[in-house]
C-alpha cells in the first residue's frame, strides 16, 4: 500500500477555504490530518478483521 502524502495534501488544500490566521489554518490541518490518520487506521483493522489466517504462511503448524 503506498500514500501520496503530497498528493493528499494538495487535494486538502484545493478543497478547503484557506483561513486569514495562521493559527487557524493550523489547527484546521491538524484537525484533518487527525481525521484521515483515523480513517486510515480503521480501514487497517478491518482488513485485518476480514482477512483469514493473516500470518499463516509466516507461523509454522
Do not use: C, H, K
Not at 490566521?21 to 484521515?36: C, I, K, N
Not at 480513517?39 to 507461523?59: G, K, P, T, Y
Amino acid at each position: 500500500m503506498s500514500i501520496d502524502i503530497t498528493g493528499q495534501a494538495l487535494d486538502s488544500m484545493e478543497t478547503v477555504d484557506m483561513p486569514s490566521a495562521p493559527a487557524e489554518a493550523y489547527v484546521l490541518g491538524y484537525r484533518q490530518g487527525w481525521d484521515q490518520a483515523l480513517a486510515l487506521a480503521i480501514q487497517v483493522e478491518q482488513a485485518i478483521n476480514n482477512s483469514d489466517n493473516l500470518f499463516s504462511d509466516r507461523m509454522p503448524a
